[in-house]
């Protein structure tokens, strides 16, 4: 079983539109949790960090549920700009190493 | 400013050979890591150095993936007779010390290799 599961998608959406996803980790004791972002051919770039309070960061919100383990992403008023794969991403309580999902891939669509 | 930057982009190799993959992280940035990205999967960590130690290679596949550090700045991985199995994109990624609990590793554009 793999340490930080994603649904791949596509999640194909108008412009307009709110789009939600989550990830699950399996290891109870993680400490720390992102979101990156990447764009086809590129390289990934951390979008946000994911709070247990939950946070915003304009359009995005992103929640955390320790006790069912999830992770959750949403973005509302969808751009095209926002057409990516987003990387669920979760620290195992040390300074360093991170592990990643495979990624949620959203097309936005004029 | 200047941010992480890997050469080559791109690097076909036959089965068998030997290649050498550099990396150049932000200036000042500490740590190190890289990662192999498979197609259609998220990066997998490879190994992370703090300057010019290397503190965790447990990611590296087999001991035909060697990585180096030698003045803490510009990083080389290294793999020797690669196989097909090997075809990915190789990331790097560099940090400021500590700066795993902030997530906030800065990624290169990394190394497609292609093993033919």
């Known amino acids: 079983r793999k340490e930080v599961e994603q649904d791949p998608g596509p999640f194909n959406v108008p412009e307009g539109a709110t789009v939600a996803f989550n990830c699950t980790y399996s290891n109870s004791a993680s400490q720390s949790f992102f979101w990156y972002r990447q764009d086809c051919r590129k390289e990934p770039k951390l979008l946000m960090s994911?709070?247990?309070s939950g946070n915003e960061d304009g359009r995005f919100t992103a929640q955390l549920n320790r006790a069912s383990q999830y992770i959750s992403l949403l973005i509302r008023d969808s751009k095209l700009s926002d057409s990516a794969t987003y990387l669920c991403?979760?620290?195992?309580?040390?300074?360093?190493?991170?592990?990643f999902g495979a990624g949620t891939t959203v097309t936005v669509r004029a | 400013g200047a941010g992480v930057s890997q050469s080559p982009r791109y690097k076909v190799a036959k089965r068998g050979q030997d290649v050498a993959l550099r990396c150049d992280p932000i200036s000042g940035h500490v740590s190190l890591f890289w990662y192999q990205q498979a197609l259609g999967q998220g990066p997998e960590f490879l190994t992370y150095?703090?300057?010019?130690?290397?503190?965790?290679k447990s990611g590296l596949p087999s001991d035909r993936f060697f990585a180096e550090r030698p003045e803490g700045s510009v990083s080389t991985l290294k793999i020797q007779r690669t196989q097909q199995e090997d075809s990915a994109v190789y990331l790097c990624?560099?940090?400021?010390?500590?700066?795993?609990?902030?997530?906030?590793?800065?990624f290169g554009p990394g190394t497609r290799l292609t093993v033919t």
């Open positions: 991403v979760v620290n195992y309580a040390n300074d360093y190493k991170l592990s």
């Open positions: 150095f703090q300057n010019e130690a290397q503190l965790d």
């Open positions: 990624a560099s940090s400021i010390i500590g700066a795993g609990l902030r997530g906030e590793q800065y």
């Open positions: 994911v709070y247990s």
